[in-house]
């Protein structure tokens, strides 16, 4: 059975949604960038506190340091249940990062998933995004409540943290950056024959499991 996959797709196309249910469901790990960098600033490591120092004055982690964190995170634990990558790699220099560090560790790729939706669609649900400040989980006002309002479904907690940037012209903006960012690393994967894609146009959240299940094992 393959296991080996790395999500993709734009913001707000529920990448790290399918992510977390597919490696739920099947026993891989979920491996978000969001995490690992909380994990690494959470571990008081040398990486990690530089990672906090950059996101603390709101720049983005650079591609050296993202790849770094990901060589150390991914040789520290067991990888043998597989795993699905979620938000990396994000840029062609992260992509031959990784295809570096697996082939060191010995792990091929099995596939490159894109999860797609129109552009209407990711600005409509990115307005009602938010997560749990203590945890992370992610949860939308529309799409993916909380079972009770109010209270992280994953720790309990009460507080969550919404996004600033949620305007339509920012997305806009931050959309034509992904696109100019994706399109190589989509080329890479075509010409490896391990790019997936899958549209998730009016897809209900188990609409797109279900295509994903199908596509992937
Ligand atoms: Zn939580």
Redesign the pocket.
């Known amino acids: 059975m393959k296991k080996y996959f790395t999500f993709i797709g734009p913001i707000a196309a529920g990448k790290g949604t399918q992510a977390e249910i597919i490696s739920k469901k099947y026993g891989l790990l979920h491996l978000s960038t969001g995490q690992i960098f909380r994990d690494a600033i959470s571990s008081g490591s040398e990486l990690g506190l530089k990672v906090k120092n950059i996101i603390d004055s709101g720049f983005l982690v650079p591609d050296t340091l993202t790849n770094e964190i990901v060589k150390d995170m991914l040789g520290k634990i067991d990888l043998s249940k597989g795993f699905i990558l979620d938000g990396y790699p994000r840029t062609i220099n992260q992509v031959y990062a990784l295809n570096d560090i697996l082939s060191e560790i010995g792990i091929e790729l099995d596939d490159a998933v894109m999860i797609e939706i129109p552009e209407e669609d990711i600005i409509r649900r990115i307005s009602g995004r938010f997560a749990?400040a203590?945890?992370?989980?992610n949860y939308h006002d529309e799409f993916n409540k909380t079972k009770t309002e109010g209270v992280?479904d994953?720790?309990?907690?009460h507080d969550f943290v919404r996004r600033n940037d949620d305007k339509p012209e920012i997305i806009k903006t931050r959309l034509q950056h992904y696109y100019s960012e994706v399109e190589p690393i989509v080329e890479f994967y075509k010409k490896e024959n391990k790019f997936l894609e899958i549209n998730a146009t009016g897809l209900s959240i188990e609409e797109v499991t279900k295509k994903l299940e199908e596509a992937l094992f």
């Open positions: 749990c203590k945890c992370g989980q992280c994953n720790c309990g907690s």
